[in-house]
Structures are given as C-alpha cells and as structure tokens.
C-alpha cells in the first residue's frame, strides 16, 4: 500500500503568477526542453496530440505524437531551413518557415514567435502589450494559467495562444532547463 501511494500524483498548485519583467533572464538561456500536451482548435478542424520541444544552439525540434492518429510528427527548426518528418520516412523541408508551416498545418501558426511564447517571453523583435496573466502581441493573445518552478525559474505549465481563427492550449508536464534530448 506505501509503494502505491508514493507513485500517485498530487495535484499540481500554482506556484506564481506571470510578470514579463520577472521573465527577462529567460532570454539568457540557450538550452531548454519540455514535455507536455497540446490541443489546437479552429473553425473548421481541432486535434490534440503530445508535443516534446527542445531547444538548443542549432535550432529546435519538436516532435509531435498522436495527432490526427497519424503517429508521430518531427520538426526541425535551423536558423534558415525547417524539415518535416513524417511516419513511413517521408522528409520535406522549406526555407520559408510561415508558409510552410501554415501550409503543412493548415493555419497559420508563428512558429519563430512561439518559441519564446512557450517559455513566457514577448518575441524581441515586435512590440507587446502586457496584460494580468500574459501578453497581447502581433495580433495573438498569449496567456499563462498556471506557472511552475523549475529550478531557480517560475516557467509556464498553461498556455493559451489565440487568435481570431486559432487557439492553442499547452500544458507542459515537464520542464529542462539544461537538456537538449527529447524522450
């Protein structure tokens, strides 16, 4: 019986509440991953499917599982190429990240944008409006539900990005701020 409940979860409690000024040492870090869920909605279509993200020196991957029950989706991100990898070998790659995405996904998603999103972090390169739990920026309204501690740093565990036509819940599971491996 102790073995059993030392395995079960405990719900998890909300550790902070979102700052963009307390989140500014986050554009310092260069590695980091995670592991967590995500479920995209739109008019037309909604699906969900787990998401491990790494980011690193070279670039970032994803890999998506479950989506659509297609199996599993990896995403590579380079300074100036993005390659997709589907089931069954199936390689494609573009060096127009917007377009690509948008046309592999069918909607549009700011893939270079969401990469600091994820982290709690308005893009450097566009103006944002902040706003009790998140930020307004390039049309998208980004918020954090819940913040978690990982190490000496509240990351986010809920994310909602939407838009008029797309809404993206993520929640993260698990946080590393100094691996660059997806599992």
Known sequence: MLALTGCSSLPVKEEGKYSVAERKPMY??????????LSVRTKKDSWQANIGWVHGFGGDELKLSGPLG????KLRLTKDLV???????KIISSNNFEDFINHQMGMFVPVQS????????????????EIIDG???????????QMQRVSDYM???KVTVTNEHVKLKLMI???????T???
Request: charged residues 30%; proline residues 5%.
């Open 70 to 73: 297609q199996g599993v989706i």
């Open 155 to 157: 990351m986010p565990r």
């Open 135 to 145: 930020f307004k920026q390039a049309g998208w309204l980004v918020e954090f539900g």
């Open 181 to 183: 491996r997806i599992k």
């Open 83 to 89: 390659i997709l990898e589907r089931g069954g070998g």
């Open 28 to 37: 310092e870090i260069d590695r980091w991953s995670f592991e967590g869920r």
């Open 114 to 129: 969401f990469r600091y999103w994820v982290v709690g972090l308005p893009e450097p390169s566009s103006q944002f409006i």
């Open 173 to 179: 599971d698990q946080w590393d701020l100094n691996d």
